[in-house]
């Protein structure tokens, strides 16, 4: 069974681009999760999809960044425009349910790093 | 709100010997998830042990094993028999089991990265 695969795995971009990472979660995993690790710091939540809706997205750090799950299978972030601050390590995890309980482990997709310069 | 920190960004290890990492909490609540996961060099961060925090029973899975001291916060990774393929980050995590803002998200630590050394 495929994991999570994330594309990139790498991306450099110049400041004001606008750069879209993409996620597939395991297949069956209606919980899709995005999380930033920038250098030196936590890996940071940033928004929850269930199937294509947007359980919580109070991680999201402003509004130049948009999360997608149309049809609630793979999930694209978008970047626009990219700021200095932006670079880090984008992680995507899936999982069949939530709370911590059964069924509820988060898959981590390899991440991709996003470098801004 | 919750957080969890690891205190040692770095630790090292010789092949076949024990470690502990050390990890803490701060959680008004009382009923929450405690995990460990892996991420190995350029590879799929795992889920290494899970700790319900209703269970008094430490977890235990094969030469892992965790310390969790619930009136403590703590709850530290025994790594026994260390292995190279042991090398990797480590981080602490934490959730809760039911809905509500933001509470099916995990909290992560800092990570401590751990090297073995042959």
């Known amino acids: 069974e495929a994991g999570v695969t994330q594309f990139p795995s790498h991306s450099v971009i110049e400041k004001g681009q606008t750069v879209t990472l993409r996620c597939d979660p395991i297949?069956?995993?209606?919980?899709l999760y995005w999380y930033r690790r920038v250098m030196g710091k936590e890996i940071k939540f940033l928004l929850h999809?269930?199937?294509?809706?947007?359980?919580?997205e109070s991680g999201m750090p402003n509004n130049r960044f948009l999360a997608e799950r149309t049809g609630g299978t793979y999930s694209t972030l978008k970047v626009q425009p990219a700021e200095l601050e932006d670079s880090g390590v984008y992680f995507c995890?899936?999982?069949?349910?939530?709370?911590?309980?059964?069924?509820?482990?988060?898959?981590f997709g390899q991440g991709t790093r996003l470098t801004v310069v | 709100a919750q957080t969890v920190t690891q205190s040692q960004p770095e630790m090292s290890v010789q092949e076949a010997e024990t470690v502990t990492l050390s990890c803490t909490y701060d959680?008004?609540?009382?009923?929450?998830?405690l995990f460990w996961y892996k991420q190995p060099p350029s590879r799929q961060m795992i889920l290494v042990i899970r700790?319900?925090?209703?269970?008094?029973q430490n977890a235990t899975e094969n030469r892992f094993s965790v310390n969790f001291q619930k009136a403590a916060k703590s709850f530290s990774l025994k790594i026994s028999d260390s292995q190279l393929g042991d090398a990797a980050m480590y981080f602490c995590?934490?959730?809760?089991?039911?809905?509500?803002?933001?509470?099916?998200?995990?909290?992560f630590g800092k990570g401590t990265k751990l090297s073995v050394i042959p």
């Open positions: 995890a899936s999982s069949l349910s939530v709370g911590g309980g059964l069924n509820t482990e988060a898959f």
């Open positions: 297949s069956g995993h209606d919980n």
């Open positions: 999809f269930v199937k294509e809706s947007k359980q919580d």
């Open positions: 959680t008004s609540e009382s009923d929450y998830y």
């Open positions: 700790q319900e925090a209703y269970k008094q």
């Open positions: 995590a934490y959730n809760l089991p039911y809905s509500g803002a933001g509470s099916y998200q995990l909290t």
